[in-house]
C-alpha cells in the first residue's frame, strides 16, 4: 500500500513509521528542515529506548510524490486551508484520506442527524475549499489517544499510548474502516473502528478544549489549573455548556465534568500542545477546539458565556503573540 503522510509531526511521524514497518510504501510531504532531515537521515521513531529509521520518500512538492491508496493528514488546523489547495495530486479515484486532528474537523456534521446534518462550519471552512478539496466520502476520520513529540526534524519520540480510534466522517460502519483498523492493528496501533467517529471526536474534545486554552494563557500545566478552585470552577461551566450542545445535536455525554477532572489529574503535571506551540512561537488551534463549539452552541440555541470568554480570551492572548489572525 503506498501511503503518503501530510504533516510529518509528532503523529504523523509516529505513524509513519509504524507503516513503513509493517511493509508500506511510505511517502511524505515535508518542507525545510524537516525535509533536508529526510532526505538525509530517513524518519525516524525513538521507541522504548530504541531508535528505528524506515526511508520515505519525501518531498515538498505532492505532485513529485503521486497518487496514494491512503493520505493521512496531520496537521494542525490552521494549517488544512493550505493542504486543501495543494492535496490533489496526492488523491486518486480510490484514495482515502484519513485524518487524525485535534478539535472538530471541517466533516463533523457529516455525520451527524438531524438540522444539523451536512453542515458547515464557518469557524472550520469558512468558504467550503477544505470539503471541496477532501470531500467527506473519500475520509475517514481518527481520533488518536498517544502522547509523541518532535524531538528534532525527522525525529519522533513516542512517550505513551498507542490508541487509535477509525469511522467513516459521514458517520457509519464500513468494510473500509474494517481493512484500514486490520492494517493498523499490524503495523502495533491498538486501532478499533467507530460506528459513529462524530461520537470519539466530541469526547476527547470535551477534555482538551479546556485545558488547552486554559494552559496556554497561564502557561500552567493541567494538574495547577485542576487544583487551582477557581480554574477548575470555570473549566467545569464550559464543559457543562459543551455537554448540553452535544446533547442537543445527538451526541450525549454520560460524564459529569469532575469525573473527566479525574481523568485528567492521573496524567500528572501535563503539557499541553497548546502551551508548547505557544512556547514555540507556532499557530495556535483555536478555532478547531473552541471556536467551532461556540459556534455549534449557537446552531442549537445553547447559550455558551463561559465557552464565548474562553474563546475571546485565549484569542486576544494568541494574537497578541502573533499566533492567531487579526480581525
Known sequence: ?????????????????????????????????????????GLR????????????????QPAALGVQDLVIVAVKAPG?????????????????VLTAMNGVPWWFCDGLQGELAGARLSSIDPDGSIAAAIPAARTLGCVVHASCRVDAPGVIAHHQGRGLIVGEATGHASERVASLVELLRKAGFDASASAQ????????????????????????TTDKIL??????????????????????????IEQAPEDRHAVTLKLGAMRTSMLQDVEAGKAVELDALVGAVCELGALTGVETPYANA???LARLHARARGLYPLG
Open 197 to 220: 467517529i462524530q461520537r470519539d471526536v466530541w469526547y476527547k474534545l470535551w477534555g482538551n478544549m479546556t485545558m488547552n486554552p486554559v494552559s496556554a494563557i497561564t502557561g500552567a
Open 1 to 41: 500500500m503506498k501511503v503518503g503522510i501530510y504533516g510529518a509531526g509528532a503523529i504523523g511521524g509516529w505513524m509513519g513509521v509504524k507503516l513503513a514497518q509493517a511493509g508500506c510504501e511510505v511517502s511524505v510531504v515535508a518542507r525545510g528542515a524537516t525535509l533536508e532531515a529526510l532526505r538525509e537521515h
Open 310 to 312: 474562553l474563546f475571546g
Open 227 to 252: 487544583n487551582d478552585p477557581l480554574a477548575r470552577d470555570f473549566v467545569t461551566r464550559v464543559m457543562r455548556e459543551a455537554k448540553e450542545i452535544g446533547a442537543r445535536f445527538g451526541i450525549p
Open 45 to 60: 521513531l525513538i521507541e522504548n529506548g530504541e531508535t528505528h529509521t524506515v526511508e520515505v520518500k519525501a518531498s515538498e
Open 80 to 96: 488544512m486551508a493550505v493542504v486543501a489547495q495543494r492535496i490533489a495530486p496526492l488523491i486518486g479515484a480510490n484514495t482515502l
